[in-house]
């Protein structure tokens, strides 16, 4: 399969608890992005990687968000102490170049009850 | 004002009419410009990017750029139900704390059998 995959799909969580996402980028694609989308929104940009480095990171990014990218391949976005308003899809997405479109996952929806 | 706006809809024409979705971006320097349809539920697919002014066709779509009025369209012709969807605008702005793919909102079309 040569789609941005994302695991996993949904996700209920405990108001509090610490919830994990994982993607898969395009293997061609060195640019990773992270996005967040609520109903009704477009997506919101959250953060990017250029190979394993984060270069760029949202005012939306909380410190209780982080997001990694070890070997330049897949990419983790970690939410700690989650809370009722972190439930959205969050969206994984890559591409070859700054200029190019992004290709998207499915996404992972994520509701904290 | 908001980066990429665009009229929240919902929009909607007969099978076989043509659809007509707007939007306007306030960074002047954008270059790269792109239209997503997003189905209830799912991931933004990307169908159209242009980057010069004029005109880009590409089957039953039209993507349209005025670069002077800072005004990008998109045109579905032949509209069929399976057109049924919200359509992203999305633009690549030069400025700003984000360099990266920002979207608008949203137009939700309906395409009535």
């Known amino acids: 399969d040569t789609g941005v995959s994302q695991n996993p799909r949904h996700k209920i969580t405990k108001r509090g608890q610490n919830v994990t996402f994982r993607c898969d980028p395009i293997s061609e694609h060195n640019r990773l992005y992270w996005y967040r989308q609520t109903l009704g929104q477009g997506p919101e940009f959250l953060t990017y990687f250029q190979n394993e480095a984060q270069l760029e990171k949202s005012r939306l990014l909380s410190d209780r968000f982080s997001a990694e990218r070890p070997k330049g391949s897949f990419s983790t976005l970690e939410i700690q102490r989650t809370e009722q308003g972190d439930s959205a899809m969050y969206l994984c997405?890559?591409?070859?170049?700054?200029?190019?479109?992004?290709?998207f996952g499915s996404g992972t929806r994520l509701t904290v009850v | 004002q908001k980066e990429v706006e665009q009229n929240s809809g919902p929009l909607s024409v007969p099978e076989g009419a043509i659809a007509s979705l707007n939007c306007t971006y306030s960074d002047r320097g954008s270059q790269s410009f792109f239209w997503y349809r997003q189905y209830s539920g799912k991931s933004p697919e990307l169908i159209m990017s242009?980057?010069?002014?004029g005109d880009k066709e590409d089957g039953r779509f039209t993507a349209q750029l005025n670069k002077a009025s800072q005004y990008v369209s998109l045109l579905i012709r032949d509209s069929q139900p399976s057109d049924s969807a919200t359509y992203l605008c999305a633009v690549i702005p030069v400025s700003g704390s984000a360099r990266q793919l920002t979207f608008g909102s949203g137009t939700q079309l309906t395409v009535l059998p």
């Open positions: 242009i980057y010069s002014n």
């Open positions: 997405a890559s591409s070859v170049g700054q200029n190019y479109g992004y290709t």
